[in-house]
């Protein structure tokens, strides 16, 4: 099982930013696929953002394009998540997750692990 530790989450004003991380405890982490989800209050859990081991391939929900970045670190184990220009609906816990083949996936049953997630709050 792989852990998965997110972090940098917080409270930021509309038009602000926010990078948060993910570290992964897992020797092979280089072979694996990465994804960010978020949960709003009181709705399900929706896709942000996933990315290919290699860093060259990475894919975003709709709403999100044009604002957010994942990016990865391999030698770190870790994975990033660049938020700019949030708006109070990106209000939500933020989970990150792993999924132990290179493909991208959208697909929260596609994953295999799942941080505890970190929250994030945008105040208009």
């Known amino acids: 099982q792989v852990q998965l530790v997110e972090s940098g989450g917080g409270l930021v004003q509309a038009g602000g930013s926010l990078r948060l991380s993910c570290a992964a405890s897992?020797?092979?982490?280089?072979?694996?696929?990465m994804g960010w989800y978020r949960q709003p209050p009181g709705k399900e859990r929706e896709f942000v953002a996933a990315?290919?081991?290699?860093?060259?391939?990475?894919r975003y929900a709709d709403f999100v394009k044009g604002r957010f970045t994942i990016s990865r670190d391999n030698v770190k184990n870790t994975v990033y998540l660049q938020m700019n220009s949030l708006k109070p609906e990106d209000t939500a816990l933020y989970y990150c997750?792993?999924?132990?083949?290179?493909?991208?996936?959208?697909?929260?049953?596609?994953?295999?692990?799942w941080g505890q997630g970190t929250q994030v709050t945008v105040s208009s």
């Open positions: 990315i290919r081991w290699s860093a060259s391939v990475t």
């Open positions: 897992l020797r092979t982490f280089y072979s694996v696929s």
């Open positions: 997750a792993a999924r132990r083949q290179s493909s991208l996936s959208s697909s929260p049953a596609q994953y295999d692990d």
